[in-house]
C-alpha cells in the first residue's frame, strides 16, 4: 500500500511538472513567434484589424507583426483608425508590410506608418487621392413620373441628394471637404514615411505606381514577397532561426459574409455621402 502511495505521488510530480512545462512553453516559445494579419479587400471596418494588432502588441511572446495588405482601400474612418494602430503596434515592436496585388489608396494609408515595406513588383499602390461618388437619378425619376418634397432646417441640409442637381455652391462646399480629407492623407503619408508633405504632394494627384515605381519614390523601402517580408520582421526582431508565424483565422458572421459581397454597384444606389480612399478603376 505504501509503495503504491509513493509511486502515485511521483506521477503525480512528473505530471505537474510536465504540465508547468508546457504553460511556460506557451508563453514563452522557443522559436520567436511573428504575427501575420491580413487586410484583404474594401476596408470598410477596422474593429477587427485593430483588434488583432492590440492583441499581439500586448503579446511578449509575439516578437514582430507582418501587416499583409491586398486592398484597393475604402472608407475614411477606419482606414484611419488602422492607421493609428499600426502606428501605436510600430512604438511597441517590429512592423513590416507585404503588399499582395494592389494596396493603394487607404491600401496604402494603413501601410505608411509601418517600420518597413515590401511590395512585389507589379503591385499596384499610391492613389494618395479622396474621392466622393454622388449617384444622380433626376433624369430617371422625372422619366417615370416621381417627385420628391424636400422639407429642411437650412439650405444645405440635403446637400448632394440624389434626387436633383448639385449647384456651384455645393460643389464648392464639398470639394473643401474633399481638399481637407485630401491633405490629412499627405501629411499622414509623410509622417509614416518619414518624408516632407512637399515630397509626396506632387505625386498624391491619385496615380497608381507598380511596386518598382514607388520604390524610386520612396514610398515603399524594397521589392520582395511575403516570404520576404517575414524574413526582414524576423531579423529586425533579433529572431535567430526559421520563425514561427501565427495567423488568425475566424470563420466570417453570415452579416460580414454579405457585407463583404455587397456589390459596389448597389451600394452606390443609396443615396448618401461617401468620402472614400478608395481605387477605383
Known sequence: MKKACIAAGIIFLL???????????????????????????PILNSREIVDELKEHTKDDSIKAVVLRVDSPGGAVAPS????????????????VVSMGSIAASGGYYISAPADMIYANPGTLTGSIGVIMEI????????????????????????????????????????????????????????????????????????????GEQAKSLKLIDETGTLED??????????????????????????????????????ADLVPAIKIKFLYTP
Open 80 to 95: 484611419q483608425e488602422i492607421y493609428e494602430e499600426v502606428k501605436k503596434a510600430s512604438e511597441e515592436k517590429n512592423v
Open 135 to 210: 449617384p444622380n437619378i433626376e433624369a430617371l425619376m422625372t422619366k417615370i413620373g416621381i417627385k420628391t418634397e424636400v422639407i429642411k432646417s437650412g439650405r444645405h441640409k440635403d446637400m448632394a441628394s440624389a434626387f436633383r442637381k448639385m449647384d456651384s455652391e455645393e460643389r464648392e462646399l464639398l470639394q473643401s471637404v474633399m481638399d481637407n480629407v485630401h491633405e490629412q492623407f499627405i501629411k499622414a503619408v509623410a509622417e509614416g514615411r518619414k518624408l516632407k508633405a512637399e515630397e509626396i504632394r506632387p505625386i498624391a494627384d491619385g496615380r497608381i505606381f507598380t
Open 229 to 266: 517580408a517575414i524574413r526582414k520582421a524576423a531579423e529586425l526582431a533579433g529572431i535567430k532561426g526559421e520563425p514561427e508565424v501565427i495567423e488568425k483565422k475566424e470563420k466570417l458572421s453570415f452579416f460580414e459574409m454579405i457585407q463583404s459581397r455587397f456589390p459596389k454597384e448597389m
Open 15 to 41: 505530471l505537474a511538472a510536465l504540465s508547468l512545462s508546457i504553460a511556460v512553453m506557451q508563453k514563452h516559445p522557443l522559436k520567436g513567434r511573428i504575427a501575420l494579419i491580413t487586410v484583404e479587400g
